[in-house]
């Protein structure tokens, strides 16, 4: 199993996370302090599993609210015709998306085994979980954590 | 020249960018026929005519690779091109979906621009 420094993983979950919300969302995610609402009662999360070279699981948070903005500009969707399944499949695809380019920047001559993206129930307490890193959207915030499996 | 192209991925969310996305780019699509796995994709393909195939490689039921398998085994289907969209960029991944007969890699994330241009690539046009 590959040592990776933590500074190292989350350096490269930042630049994916740039750069998926750059090319896919048309958004800009700026780093922030915190993200009000993400891990909450009220908030969408997703979870993607990840083994073979390395092993661990990828969180993704972030309120109801922007999960419905992100969905309408990602589904070219009118915010109103947004529900439910909408924002937790645009979450999940983010998710993935964001898992999947931090660890091929990692090892790009690795294999690479991620599970499918899964909606986490009951987020609440979820920020207790881990390092988390939050950022700012047009429309909101989000927060992503990573944690490899010792 | 219209293109007919068949959008193969499990997250309805990620059909929906990638048809969007194809208009956004300018590329010349026709119609774009959506299926949710490559058992669905070789359903739709027993009755559909298409000029180009994207296909993600997890899905359920049945996954990117075993579509180009069957896709390679069948004399109809095998000339048809497949640019394989993925989050996984690594080397192995790349090679083997090149080894099974996929003209075209495109790795999430990914723009318009590129989408475009890989499928203009696989195709053999040029902008």
Redesign the interface.
Same mark, same amino acid.
Request: proline share 4%; glycine share 6%.
């Given at each position: 199993m590959t040592t990776i420094e933590d500074a190292t993983l989350r350096e490269a979950v930042s630049a994916a996370v740039e750069q998926a919300m750059d090319a896919m969302f048309f958004d800009a995610a700026e780093p922030a302090c915190e993200c009000t609402g993400a891990g909450a009662a009220d908030c969408v999360t997703a979870a993607v599993r990840f083994h073979d070279f390395i092993e661990g699981e990828f969180l993704l948070t972030m309120p109801r609210q922007t999960a419905v903005a992100l969905a309408a500009s990602f589904m070219a969707l009118d915010p109103e015709a947004v529900d439910a399944a909408h924002s937790e499949q645009t979450v999940c695809e983010l998710a993935n998306i964001i898992c999947g380019a931090a660890l091929s920047r990692l090892d790009p001559s690795a294999e690479l085994r991620l599970s499918p993206p899964e909606v986490v129930a009951g987020s609440c307490g979820l920020m207790e979980w881990g390092v988390w890193q939050h950022y700012r959207l047009l429309d909101g915030c989000m927060s992503v954590s990573i944690r490899l499996t010792p | 020249m219209a293109y007919r192209v068949l959008v193969v991925d499990? =997250?309805?969310?990620?059909r929906?960018?990638i048809r969007?996305v194809i208009a956004l780019s300018g590329f010349d699509a026709a119609e774009c026929l959506e299926a949710g796995d490559g058992a669905e994709a070789l359903e739709r393909l027993r009755t559909e005519t298409v000029d180009v195939i994207l296909t993600d490689i997890?899905m359920?039921r049945m996954d990117g690779e075993e579509l180009m398998k069957r896709l390679a085994a069948d004399e109809r289907l095998r000339s048809i091109p497949t640019l394989v969209v =993925? !989050?996984?960029? !690594? &080397?192995?991944?790349i090679g083997r979906m090149s080894e099974l007969g996929a003209q075209g890699y495109l =790795? &999430?994330?990914? =723009?318009p621009e590129?989408l475009r241009g890989k499928l203009e690539r696989v195709l053999g046009v040029s902008s």
């Amino acid at each position: 199993m590959t040592t990776i420094e933590d500074a190292t993983l989350r350096e490269a979950v930042s630049a994916a996370v740039e750069q998926a919300m750059d090319a896919m969302f048309f958004d800009a995610a700026e780093p922030a302090c915190e993200c009000t609402g993400a891990g909450a009662a009220d908030c969408v999360t997703a979870a993607v599993r990840f083994h073979d070279f390395i092993e661990g699981e990828f969180l993704l948070t972030m309120p109801r609210q922007t999960a419905v903005a992100l969905a309408a500009s990602f589904m070219a969707l009118d915010p109103e015709a947004v529900d439910a399944a909408h924002s937790e499949q645009t979450v999940c695809e983010l998710a993935n998306i964001i898992c999947g380019a931090a660890l091929s920047r990692l090892d790009p001559s690795a294999e690479l085994r991620l599970s499918p993206p899964e909606v986490v129930a009951g987020s609440c307490g979820l920020m207790e979980w881990g390092v988390w890193q939050h950022y700012r959207l047009l429309d909101g915030c989000m927060s992503v954590s990573i944690r490899l499996t010792p | 020249m219209a293109y007919r192209v068949l959008v193969v991925d499990d =997250s309805p969310a990620m059909r929906g960018f990638i048809r969007r996305v194809i208009a956004l780019s300018g590329f010349d699509a026709a119609e774009c026929l959506e299926a949710g796995d490559g058992a669905e994709a070789l359903e739709r393909l027993r009755t559909e005519t298409v000029d180009v195939i994207l296909t993600d490689i997890n899905m359920p039921r049945m996954d990117g690779e075993e579509l180009m398998k069957r896709l390679a085994a069948d004399e109809r289907l095998r000339s048809i091109p497949t640019l394989v969209v =993925s !989050t996984d960029s !690594t &080397k192995l991944r790349i090679g083997r979906m090149s080894e099974l007969g996929a003209q075209g890699y495109l =790795s &999430k994330p990914f =723009s318009p621009e590129m989408l475009r241009g890989k499928l203009e690539r696989v195709l053999g046009v040029s902008s």
